[in-house]
């Protein structure tokens, strides 16, 4: 396999032509555990540092919105790498106890090319946020249905599942609750909101 950066643009043009083809490539792809974790640390470190470029080139009332969230770039990267960890787990492990036959390192794999991808949609739409706004605010749409469609076809492809609407029925109940856990652990954190 070709790791140069050409090969591997070459390799996500592919994956998104055909998402199942692209992830069985990376699914052979035989590396240590720890490189997969590092090719996923590295996505989340990368995708943070676009993030924050983009940030800086908002209009001022975005920024100043978003100023608080967007105080520290180590901290996004930090949330970026602990929302893909707890995405692969969830991946393997639900896909799991649904039948699924994927492995552990294949998830991981997987999820890093996945990033790859849209890290690479994330440079094409900094660029148009610099040459043409409009053009910017389409790719930023365009990536969300991207990544739907690359994570059906990568979970569906890793755990054997036959029907990508059923796939991605389940990633979408997965997603509603983990964020609705995430909203109790975070109201059991904070407290009550204090009322004037």
């Given at each position: 396999?070709?790791?140069?950066?050409?090969?591997l643009l070459r390799?996500?043009?592919?994956?998104?032509?055909?998402?199942?083809?692209?992830?069985?490539?990376?699914?052979?792809?035989?590396?240590?555990?720890?490189?997969?974790?590092?090719?996923?640390?590295?996505?989340?470190?990368?995708?943070?540092?676009?993030?924050?470029?983009?940030?800086?080139?908002?209009?001022?009332a975005t920024r100043?919105?978003?100023?608080?969230?967007?105080?520290?770039?180590?901290?996004?990267?930090?949330?970026?790498?602990?929302?893909?960890?707890?995405?692969?787990m969830a991946i393997?492990?639900?896909?799991?106890?649904?039948?699924?036959?994927?492995?552990?390192?294949?998830?991981?794999?997987?999820?890093?090319?996945?990033?790859?991808?849209?890290?690479?949609?994330?440079?094409?739409?900094?660029?148009?946020?610099?040459?043409?706004?409009?053009?910017?605010?389409?790719?930023?749409?365009?990536?969300?249905?991207?990544?739907?469609?690359?994570?059906?076809?990568?979970?569906?492809?890793?755990?054997?599942?036959?029907?990508?609407?059923?796939?991605?029925?389940?990633?979408?109940?997965?997603?509603?609750?983990?964020?609705?856990?995430?909203?109790?652990?975070?109201?059991?954190?904070?407290?009550?909101?204090?009322?004037?």
């Amino acid at each position: 396999m070709d790791l140069t950066l050409p090969g591997l643009l070459r390799l996500a043009r592919e994956t998104i032509q055909d998402p199942k083809g692209g992830a069985r490539r990376i699914m052979a792809i035989d590396a240590p555990m720890g490189a997969r974790w590092s090719a996923l640390a590295l996505m989340a470190v990368a995708s943070a540092l676009l993030t924050h470029a983009s940030f800086a080139l908002a209009p001022p009332a975005t920024r100043d919105f978003f100023a608080t969230a967007m105080a520290s770039p180590l901290r996004t990267a930090v949330l970026q790498g602990a929302a893909m960890v707890l995405g692969v787990m969830a991946i393997h492990r639900i896909g799991v106890a649904r039948g699924g036959r994927g492995a552990l390192p294949e998830a991981i794999s997987l999820m890093a090319w996945l990033q790859f991808i849209l890290l690479v949609l994330q440079v094409a739409q900094l660029v148009a946020q610099v040459i043409l706004p409009p053009l910017a605010e389409i790719i930023g749409v365009l990536g969300i249905g991207l990544f739907f469609y690359l994570l059906t076809n990568f979970v569906a492809e890793l755990h054997g599942f036959r029907s990508l609407a059923s796939t991605f029925m389940g990633i979408l109940a997965t997603m509603i609750l983990i964020a609705f856990v995430l909203a109790l652990l975070l109201g059991a954190v904070t407290g009550p909101a204090q009322v004037a």
